[in-house]
């Protein structure tokens, strides 16, 4: 039972921690929206992939991660309202 305790209190440490982690109360919305920015931030920060965009769009790399950069915003399009309690 104190094992169990132990890995419940680390999850939530983590969650408490890192936002991308989610939590019991973590919408659709916002799970989708931590997964599209963590993929930008990596495609971002990997110069062969920003490359690779750049020769499969035509375009500069410049204009690529202005383009990403934007869509990290809202990559999701606006939160959904969420209904009065």
């Known amino acids: 039972m104190g094992d169990r305790y132990n890995i419940h209190s680390q999850l939530e440490h983590l969650q408490s921690k890192y936002i991308g982690t989610g939590h019991a109360d973590t919408s659709k919305w916002e799970w989708l929206t931590n997964q599209h920015r963590d993929s930008s931030a990596s495609y971002l920060g990997h110069f ?38």
């Open 48 to 85: 062969d992939m920003l490359n690779y965009f750049a020769v499969a769009e035509n375009e500069a790399k410049a204009r690529i991660k202005f383009n990403m950069l934007e869509r990290m915003v809202q990559p999701c399009g606006p939160p959904p309202e969420r209904p009065e309690d």
